[in-house]
């Protein structure tokens, strides 16, 4: 069987945020295995005497088990109903509804017929069962599609066999096989037996919907989950209640990389509740398990209140030396040297010389913390040399492979409960709190909950990076941009490659577009751990890349839309997985027209528009603000045309639109992590201001319904945000801001 580490998470998200989508496929890290017909038959079986189908891709499948208990596979049906599978974690992205709905298009399901349970965690069954990189739509597709499709086809032919019948005089509508020419019917579930027993048709020879003829996808509909949501189900990790639990919080160092010397664990053992206090060292994996102070309490509170009253002593001598005021330093000495090139394309230097016009701007980014609502936590038991986890994680079988590693156990002796996610954002990519668990639970020798805190998770993110760009570009008599010099300053925690989400590609936008084109990138040492992020390198990329295009258009005197346009030029696919220019200007184009853009809006108001592909998808983003001579903003309205393909959930694709302008406008405003000393500067949302909802701007979508494969959409909508606001505040107020947040150029939220 193989599985996903840490690293290999991180390679999928970084190369689908390059734009290089195929390199899900080709990783040598990542296999993909296609089944013949014998494993596919062994992926099959009869359970509780219905008819139980397992498609999976990429990995062949385990023979199915006969226990109705432990379904395997996406599609149940028998006389109780039809049970459709969700395969991969439910962070807000949708996805335990929006998966199952491509299943029962194809399977011509009545969807209040249809009920979704979240599949069990078995990679060796479902192939990569994960959530990152707005992959589980791409990824899922044609499967999926495909598992309904031939479920629907074997019960045509139960009917066609009872009825006597050819299978080309039987159609399929809501649940139901029909017979025309007889006036038969027969509901799915009837026919669940009889189709059990027939053999699986190959993948490839059921035939699968044309899009026109689709009665679920493209339609709003609720998500599944929503029900339990608004009764306060126990959904979530922290939800988790299990017999014989206690309650665990662990003390790292604030400063990573230090390890513990001497800690007042025998007057923490005297207080109230607690049970037991014992310190961990780590196993030299700063993802899975820094040294720290366990503690057991009755209860949280207990938990939480023996943690404050710790005493520890470190030794930080291998510990984090970080400094942002000194990264700030250094960044301004080096923007005025050369670094090494990662692009250089065309003569850079002569269309500088040849150029009418120049300009130049040096923009910073702080680095950001993932600041999901619900804090990290894990439930585990450990007993007989088994391991049980109850976990919120976006990659249970990468957590699986560092649990067993950490209590010193084979992946088989692992069964992780997959749990609703409060967020993730690309934190919960990383299974640390996982391994943390069981390690307690392990030594504790009872089954124990762990909670981190607000502080924690603020401490001990896996943050998004910050950088420094000093941007350099040039336009002819005409207007026209002619070079374009990008000298980026990022990080590296290894000293050879840069930080996950802070290293650029030769193809980040606007790459393949212009002519003469530099990107120098000089990487900073630094020990925090730096992560995906959402929409990881392009969440900050597109705030330099769309602000310096609209500075480009400026200094020629024309409309940022016509460069904008002129740019992309003529329509053309770049590269096999690239973006596709005529599509990126139809969605420029519908964004300005939806937007009116052009039109008259009176002294202090301005409209910014910006363009950003995205992991696979086109977006562009028009935002109308106001802003006052003391620098307070209102966002009246953000604007939106995308691109994705096909929309499978109509209802969650707005949500994810929506909900990505506003975490971009929270983010772009006041959203900062420093440290000195190896140390966060901010521990909590009193330092970290995220968004109220007052100051949330009306958000209007439109998706353009192209015949494209369908791509993701929990990031690319991201991205557009910050400089279409930031080229709207110049337009309002004449002053170029280039620093993020902006609130750190003493803007505000009106």
């Known amino acids: 069987m193989t599985t996903l580490n840490y690293d ?76 459709l599978y969700a395969k991969n974690p439910e962070i807000g992205q949708g996805v335990k509804t929006s998966l199952p709905m491509i299943i029962a298009e194809e399977l011509d399901a009545a969807w209040e017929d249809v009920s979704v349970e979240q599949s069990r965690i078995d990679q060796a069954a479902y192939g990569m069962q994960f959530a990152g990189g707005s992959t589980a739509i791409p990824m899922n597709w044609d499967a999926l599609r495909r598992a309904g499709a031939t479920a629907r086809a074997m ?46 048709p190959s993948a490839d020879s059921v035939s699968l919907k044309d899009a026109k003829n689709f009665q679920i996808l493209g339609k709003r509909i609720t998500g599944v989950d929503n029900e339990g949501l608004m009764r306060g189900e126990p959904l979530f990790g922290i939800d988790q209640n299990v017999p014989g639990m206690k309650y665990a919080v662990y003390q790292k160092c604030d400063s990573i990389g230090g390890s513990v010397v001497s800690a007042n664990l025998d007057e923490i053992k005297t207080m109230n509740g607690v049970l037991d206090a014992f310190v961990l060292d780590g196993n030299g994996n700063a993802g899975e398990l820094l040294p720290g102070v366990a503690i057991v309490a009755d209860n949280t509170w207990s938990a939480i209140q023996a943690k404050r009253a710790l005493k520890i002593e470190w030794d930080e001598s291998d510990a984090s030396k970080d400094s942002w005021s000194n990264a700030m330093q250094e960044a301004e000495r080096l923007r005025h040297e050369s670094g090494p090139r990662v692009v250089d394309t065309g003569d850079v230097d002569k269309a500088f010389d040849d150029s009418t016009k120049q300009v130049s ?43 067993a590693k950490v209590v010193g156990i084979q992946p088989n002796g692992v069964t992780l409960h997959q749990t609703r996610c409060g967020g993730g954002f690309g934190r919960r990519l990383y299974n640390d709190f996982t391994c943390e668990a069981a390690a307690i639970a392990k030594r504790a020798g009872m089954p124990v909950k762990l909670q981190w805190t607000r502080e924690d998770d603020m401490a001990y993110d896996l943050y998004r990076a910050g950088g420094f760009h000093q941007m350099h570009g040039s336009v002819d008599e005409g207007g026209k941009i002619t070079g374009w010099r990008d000298r980026f300053i990022t990080f590296t925690n290894d000293g050879n490659r840069p930080v996950s989400g802070g290293g650029i590609s030769p193809n980040v936008f606007p790459g393949g577009l212009l002519e003469n084109v530099r990107v120098e990138q000089t990487a900073l040492e630094w020990k925090n751990r730096c992560a995906a992020w959402r929409a990881p390198g392009s969440n900050v990329f597109a705030f330099v890349v769309g602000s310096f295009l609209h500075e480009l258009a400026h200094i020629a005197s024309r409309d940022h839309l016509d460069v904008l346009l002129e740019v992309l030029g003529e329509a053309r696919q770049l590269g096999p997985r690239g973006m596709h220019t005529g599509r990126a200007a139809n969605v420029v184009k519908l964004a300005a027209e939806k937007a009116g853009w052009g039109r008259e809006l009176g002294d202090g108001r301005g409209m910014g528009i910006a363009f950003y592909y995205s992991h696979a998808g086109h977006i562009a983003e028009v935002a109308d603000v106001s802003v006052t001579a003391d620098k307070k903003v209102d966002v009246h309205k953000v604007t939106v045309a995308a691109d994705v393909g096909p929309i499978v959930n109509l209802s969650g694709a707005e949500n994810q639109v929506q909900g990505s302008v506003i975490d971009g406008l929270s983010t772009m405003f006041n959203l900062a992590v420093s440290f000195e000393n190896g140390r966060v500067q901010q521990n909590n949302f009193d330092r970290y201001s995220l968004l109220r909802m007052p100051s949330a701007p009306e958000v209007e979508v439109h998706f353009v319904e192209s ?29 170029r801001a280039r620093t993020m947040p902006i609130s750190e150029e003493g803007y505000s939220l009106a």
């Not at 009917?159 to 159609?171: F, H, P």
């Not at 369908?710 to 690319?716: F, H, K």
């Open 8 to 83: 290999d998470i991180a390679d999928v998200v970084d190369t689908v945020t390059a734009g290089r989508e195929d390199a899900i496929a080709t990783s040598s890290r990542i296999r993909i295995v296609k089944l013949d017909r014998r494993q596919f038959l062994k992926m099959t079986g009869a359970v509780g005497g219905g008819l139980m189908l397992s498609f999976s891709a990429p990995k062949a499948l385990s023979a199915s088990s006969s226990d109705a208990f432990q379904p395997n596979g996406y599609v149940k049906i028998n006389s109780a109903g039809i049970v």
């Open 155 to 200: 019960l045509v032919e139960a009917a066609a066999k009872r009825w006597n019948v050819s299978t080309d005089s039987l159609t399929t509508e809501r649940s139901h096989v029909i017979h025309a020419s007889s006036g038969k019917r027969a509901a799915y579930l009837d026919l669940a037996s009889e189709a059990a027993s027939l053999p699986v």
């Open 361 to 403: 701007g040096f923009y910073r980014y702080a680095f950001a913390s993932h600041a999901q609502l619900e804090p990290e936590n894990c439930t585990a038991s450990f007993k007989d040399g088994q391991l049980e986890l109850w976990a919120p994680t976006q990659t249970p079988g990468a957590a699986i492979m560092s649990a």
């Open 707 to 735: 015949d494209y494969p369908p791509t993701g959409l929990g990031e690319p909508a991201f991205p557009p945000l910050a400089p279409a606001v930031y080229n709207a505040i110049f337009e309002a107020s004449g002053h």
